[in-house]
């Protein structure tokens, strides 16, 4: 069963990768989750590697999935249970699958199905949802796909991505009245209101847009997490 957490204004996240979590800790404690997120990590970084592949050759492959893991945010996350691996899984596996679209409706349901899951695990997929669209609409003019066939596949594709990830914003909707709380609050009306400790969460993501602050970021974010998390009010 869902229930609501409205002290924590986490607990109004898309959910996928915390369900995931929360049958970890059932079964084996916090432990199994954190290992879950490590090999997640590594799936992470093949399928980088196998994208690389795809484009460029296995050699680059490689390389890409090496230099994925040791980037010090991604060994930080997979340490960690925290869902950006997950999203991170779900995007490079679905521009996998439309790698593959040659004529292969498969595919194209698989990425619309793995986009939903992405969806499902972070609202900031969509920031995916306009790059991918373009490939698409790309292939279907370097192809020359017939207009019928092209509509299919895209219709596909919108239909099981929404069809995955619909069910979670509905859990959102029916806690606060927004489906996608605590975001854009303004477009839709809601009874929960976003606590004051949480504003001030959000004003610790702020720093002075100097060019050393730019240059700072990821170490900031690596070593210096408590700016970015709740942790530091705790």
Not at 54 to 78: D, K, M, Q, Y
Not at 137 to 155: E, G
Not at 198 to 204: K, L, R, Y
Request: net charge positive.
């Amino acid at each position: 069963r869902i229930v609501e957490l409205p002290w924590n204004v986490h607990a109004y996240n898309s959910g996928l990768a915390e369900t995931v979590f929360a049958i970890a800790l059932v079964l084996s404690g916090q432990t199994a989750a954190k290992v879950i997120v490590f090999a997640v990590s590594l799936l992470s970084a093949t399928a980088v590697g196998l994208i690389a592949g795809r484009v460029a050759g296995s050699a680059a492959g490689i390389r890409a999935a090496v230099l994925f893991l040791t980037v010090p945010l991604i060994g930080w996350e997979s340490s960690t249970a925290d869902v950006e691996l997950f999203l991170c899984l779900f995007l490079c596996n679905a521009v996998l699958a439309l790698l593959d679209w040659g004529g292969k409706i498969r595919a194209v349901a698989l990425a619309g199905l793995l986009i939903g899951a992405a969806l499902a695990t972070k609202i900031l997929a969509l920031m995916a949802v306009p790059m991918i669209g373009l490939w698409m609409l790309w292939t279907i003019r370097r192809d020359a796909t017939p207009p019928r066939t092209a509509a299919t596949r895209i219709l596909c594709f919108c239909a099981l991505a929404i069809l995955f990830a619909a069910p979670w914003y509905g859990v959102r909707y029916h806690f606060t009245g927004n489906p996608v709380f605590p975001y854009y609050t303004h477009l839709f009306p809601t009874h929960r209101p976003v606590l004051e400790w949480e504003n001030h969460v959000v004003d610790g993501f702020r720093l002075p847009p100097t060019p050393l602050n730019v240059l700072r970021l990821p170490w900031l974010v690596t070593f210096d997490t408590a700016r970015f998390s709740e942790s530091g009010l705790m």
